[in-house]
């Protein structure tokens, strides 16, 4: 292996030790505890996956989790009147609804219905919004990209004027990381599944985000000798060799393309573990919003 490990679990680890510090002094100087409501409608089983570990990560830090569940087969009214309750909430800082949402509930909505200081997964159409305006700054980055950019930046001396190619476009993944690299001064290329030619332009990055969900679909003949390439990809492929008859890969290629990044993370172990020390952060930063 030639490029350098970017490794996730560490990093992420060093930021939650930071954040059950900041929530530690806050207690013992009289403050309030952070409070995290997560908001799980229906009952898919990844997002209670997700959920569950989101409020142990809490616990872990000394954050107060609150945990609503509502039905698939609630109303918008009454998904939207759970959440103005925990807009009015003083012991909520942040509030997190657990997406997809299950058909019927108009996702736009609903979002758009959390208080911009408690909207600790950065998914409210102004706090996106903000992220693609010059001279304008969101309240929240959403979680997941901005642990992209956290490992860049320790990546990186510096992300001015360097070719970064984004590959997908969504509102979760892509596109933010997308308005990120561009806040950073990089020069974006985003790619999708209309794209041309596709490896080439892969090989023009020395940065390469990838976050297509197609299992291992980067080579290592895409990639530029020395890119540094987050992957952001949680894919399963079957391997009867694991008890549970599944592996878990990213979008890249790991063992060709580790042979000619100059840095890569790994899946697992990578952005995952990032995106939950995010949504810590940035509901410590919520709840310090609220002293003022
Ligand atoms: P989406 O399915 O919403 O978006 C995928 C994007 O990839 C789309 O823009 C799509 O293009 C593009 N795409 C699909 N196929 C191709 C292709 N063959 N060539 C080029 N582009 C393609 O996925 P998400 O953004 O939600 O997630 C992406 C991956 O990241 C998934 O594996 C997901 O599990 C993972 N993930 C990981 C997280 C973490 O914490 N580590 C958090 C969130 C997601 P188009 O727009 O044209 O359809």
């Given at each position: 292996m030639t490029a350098q490990l970017i490794d996730g679990t560490a990093i992420a680890e060093q930021i939650r030790a930071g954040v059950a510090a900041d929530v530690k002094a806050r207690k013992e100087a009289g403050k309030s505890i952070p409070g995290l409501a997560t908001v799980l409608i229906g009952e898919n089983p990844a997002s209670q996956v997700y959920v569950r570990s989101k409020q142990k990560a809490c616990a872990e830090v000394g954050i107060q989790s609150f945990g609503q569940t509502l039905p698939a087969t609630v109303s918008q009214a009454e998904a939207e009147a759970l959440i103005k309750e925990l807009n009015d909430?003083?012991?909520?800082?942040g509030i997190l609804v657990q997406l997809p949402?299950?058909?019927?509930?108009d996702e736009e909505r609903i979002l758009n219905t959390i208080r911009l200081d408690k909207d600790v997964d950065g998914f409210h159409p102004v706090n996106i919004g903000r992220l693609a305006q010059k001279g304008r700054d969101p309240l929240f980055v959403p979680c997941t990209p901005s642990g992209v950019m956290y490992m860049l930046e320790k990546s990186l001396p510096s992300l001015e004027g360097v070719n970064a190619v984004v590959l997908g476009r969504s509102n979760i993944v892509g596109m933010p990381v997308a308005l990120l690299l561009v806040r950073a001064n990089a020069t974006v290329t985003i790619c999708h599944s209309r794209t041309h030619n596709l490896p080439d332009v892969v090989r023009s990055a020395d940065v390469l985000v990838a976050a297509v969900g197609k299992a291992e679909m980067v080579r290592g003949s895409w990639v530029k000798p020395g890119a540094v390439v987050i992957d952001v990809g949680i894919n399963r492929v079957e391997d009867a060799t694991r008890p549970r008859g599944y592996r878990l890969v990213g979008d890249v290629a790991f063992d060709e393309v580790k042979e000619v990044a100059g840095a890569i993370t790994p899946v697992p172990g990578g952005v995952g573990p990032m995106t939950i020390a995010m949504l810590l952060k940035n509901t410590l930063a919520a709840a310090e919003m609220s002293d003022k």
């Open positions: 909430n003083p012991a909520v800082n949402l299950p058909k019927g509930l």
